[in-house]
Each structure stands twice: as C-alpha cells, then as structure tokens.
Nanobody
Framework: QVQLVESGGGWVQTGGSLRLSCVASGGTFDKFVMSWHRQAPGKERELVAG????????KYADSVQGRFGISRDSASNTLYLQMNSLKSADTAVYYCNAMDYRGTNYWGKGTLVTVSS
C-alpha cells in the first residue's frame, strides 16, 4: 500500500518562504507521476504543481508560476515544493499526490500552510 506523508507546513508572513516535503513508501517512487494540490477553505482542491516520474518535466498553476518550484529525490523517495513570495491567497491545506501507470491516485493527509501579515 502506497503511503504519502507531508511535512513542512506552518505559519509564515506574507512574502516569506516554506518548503514542503512528501515522503513516499510502499511503492516504486520512480514510477509515480507526483504532484502537489491544495484546498483553501470553501474552495475545491486544485493542482499546484506536477512533475513526471523521471523528473524531466514540470508544470505549474498560473497562480504559482515563477514563485513555486517542484522537485523530487529518488534516493530518499521524497517530493518537494519550494514556495517563495508567499501570499495570503496561498493559504490552504497542501496535499501530495502520486499517480501510478494504471492511473490510480494516492493521497497524503495534507499539511496546512497559513500566510498572513
């Protein structure tokens, strides 16, 4: 059973930075397409950033392009999200997602990011 555990959330001032981590276990990390999603209060969950299984291609939501960076480390089975120039609109629960070759999705329990002045 694939398990994903996120960490790194917390409170940060507007304009600050945070780095989220997601450790995967129970599967072959290199075979998963990985992504970060977020859900703000009263809103639907949305894709923030994704990265292919080989790490050669990334994509970002328009709202975070140029501020966030997604990366992965096969040696530690870890997915990262570097978040810079944070805004109050980035406040949300951030979820790690892994998708296997069959299209099966696995989710972590999420980590809360709060941005305020």
């Amino acid at each position: 059973q694939v398990q994903l555990v996120e960490s790194g959330g917390g409170w940060v001032q507007t304009g600050g930075s945070l780095r989220l981590s997601c450790v995967a276990s129970g599967g072959t990390f290199d075979k998963f397409v990985m992504s970060w999603h977020r859900q703000a209060p009263g809103k639907e969950r949305e894709l923030v950033a994704g990265i292919t299984n080989a790490g050669g291609s990334t994509k970002y939501a328009d709202s975070v392009q140029g501020r966030f960076g997604i990366s992965r480390d096969s040696a530690s089975n870890t997915l990262y999200l570097q978040m810079n120039s944070l805004k109050s609109a980035d406040t949300a629960v951030y979820y790690c997602n892994a998708m296997d070759y069959r299209g099966t999705n696995y989710w972590g329990k999420g980590t809360l990011v709060t941005v305020s002045s």
